[in-house]
């Protein structure tokens, strides 16, 4: 049964998780202890990446699993779960993990940012500020920031662990002699804590800053590639940057939503076919809601 | 609600995790753990995070070493091999030196150390907390640890990331925590 069906039978059948032949959040007791102890050490050191083993879920690896898992192993009756896939409340993929956690966990939903208690995201981090009482947790790709310049896992574990990362440097030097700036538009490599090289997810580089000093703790979770780990609140995330070439956000100047008239927010650029014409929407799109409305 | 044992047994796993995971990405900060049962609050709390794949040892009551065999299966071996180390006193009576730190390439291969104390939140040992977690800097009060205890635990963590995490439960049910990414002092 897809996992799509199975949602759409249980959830006019039931309103509640215990009868739907699973426990409450959905994986076994010692997967969840495994990723529970994977995600504290990587608090403990943060933006080191732990190794963990994971597990199968209702949805294909690279649609989330890694973030799923976590969720799953965190979640507790008392929480109010937004979901969103690139900025976007109402996607596919956002809506069926939304429904699938929700279900599981029999937890209420939002697309409020700040009604959430815990948010699960591919690529945004949400334009409202989060506070200290909530969790943001980031499905990620491709873990590793070192990968570009290194392809074997081995050797990049090396790199971490002497924090040997000339050749990332090298990199992003090379690429300013050759386009005259960096050219990394999202997976923007950044140092947390002064210590690790860190892959901070497909995120733009508009989101970037959100995550130094936030209030907020970060979770990171690959499923496919088996990794996890965080961002604590108030720690240091710096961009890698030169001095002469300093990090910079995308330029939203001039331009504004389409929709809510915000110039302060992350924007998605809509081509129309017809005329060539260009308009912007918010990509963050409960944020968008709630202003139209407001 | 009309839930079985061991569903009332799986979301108290969750509640407890979320205030464990909370504590320790706020080092220094006590929060109050729900549900916790007065005797055999250091069993209820590691249930979330302990089982067959772990390894634990306990230093001081050894009562507690088999409440916590039955409760969550894990196995009790050295100190020098365990993922949890649970000190009952408020102390490892010398062992923290010897306890895994992990390796630079896994620094996460590290051992976790419980301390059961009196008080958090007051009582004769002061100490500062800077680092990830902290704003600015923070102070946490304890009552039942020595300061010789705390002087060892700074030192085993002097060679980040390597390092030793550590989470402290008071006789109220309440919890703190200090990962290895913290730089602490005496007050």
């Not at chain 1, 279900?103 to 959430?116: E, R, S």
């Not at chain 1, 504004?256 to 260009?278: H, K, V």
């Not at chain 2, 799986?10 to 909370?22: E, G, N, S, W």
């Not at chain 2, 006789?171 to 925590?177: F, L, S």
Request: proline share 5%; glycine share 8%.
């Amino acid at each position: 049964m897809r996992m799509s069906e199975w949602l759409t039978t249980h959830l006019e059948k039931n309103d509640d998780h215990r009868n739907l032949g699973y426990p409450f959040g959905f994986m076994d007791e010692g997967a969840k202890r495994e990723i529970r102890r994977a995600v504290l050490k990587a608090v403990a050191i943060p933006g080191y990446q732990v190794p963990y083993g994971s597990r199968e879920m209702p949805i294909a690896r690279g649609w989330g699993t890694g973030g799923l898992q976590i969720t799953l192993s965190l979640v507790t009756p008392e929480d109010v779960l937004k979901v969103i896939d690139q900025g976007c409340d109402d996607s596919v993929n956002a809506v069926n993990i939304k429904t699938f956690v929700a279900k599981v966990a029999g937890i209420p939903v939002t697309t409020d940012t700040v009604m959430a208690s815990l948010i699960q995201t591919r690529h945004r981090i949400p334009e409202e500020p989060m506070s200290r009482d909530q969790i943001l947790v980031l499905q990620v790709p491709y873990p590793e920031a070192l990968r570009e310049v290194e392809p074997s896992e081995a050797e990049t574990r090396r790199m971490h662990a002497e924090a040997d990362y000339a050749r990332m440097w090298l990199y992003l030097y090379e690429d300013i002699v050759r386009f005259g700036e960096i050219t990394i538009s999202y997976r923007y490599p950044v140092t947390v804590n002064g210590r690790y090289i860190m892959d901070p997810s497909p995120i733009p580089r508009w989101d970037v800053p959100k995550l130094h000093r936030a209030e907020t703790l970060f979770l990171f979770g690959a499923g496919r590639e088996k990794r996890i780990y965080a961002v604590p609140p108030h720690t240091d995330v710096v961009p890698l940057e030169f001095e002469d070439h300093l990090f910079r956000v995308e330029d939203f100047s001039d331009k504004f939503c389409a929709r809510c008239g915000a110039t302060d927010t992350f924007l998605d650029e809509i081509i129309d076919s017809e005329n060539g014409g260009r308009t912007y929407f918010c990509s963050d799109t409960g944020y968008c809601a709630k202003r139209s409305v407001s | 609600m009309n839930l079985t044992l061991n569903e009332t047994r799986i979301i108290r796993d969750h509640r407890m995790y979320r205030v464990i995971l909370t504590a320790m990405s706020h080092p220094g900060s006590v929060f109050p753990v729900p549900e916790l049962a007065d005797t055999d609050a250091v069993t209820d709390l590691l249930g979330c995070l302990m089982d067959s794949e772990t390894g634990f040892s306990v230093i001081g009551d050894h009562e507690t070493a088999r409440a916590l065999s039955h409760r969550t299966s894990a196995r009790q071996v050295s100190e020098t091999e365990a993922d949890f180390i649970i000190a009952t006193r408020g102390s490892t009576r010398g062992a923290l030196r010897s306890l895994k730190r992990g390796t630079l390439e896994y620094p996460d291969q590290s051992a976790t150390v419980v301390y059961q104390v009196e008080a958090l939140g007051y009582g004769d040992l002061s100490l500062t907390l800077t680092g990830p977690g902290v704003d600015g800097e923070t102070e946490l009060q304890l009552m039942g640890m020595d300061v010789n205890e705390f002087r060892q635990l700074r030192d085993v963590n002097a060679e980040y990331p390597l390092g030793i995490d550590a989470l402290f439960l008071d006789r109220a049910g309440r919890v703190a925590a200090i990962p290895r990414s913290t730089q602490t002092g005496v007050i």
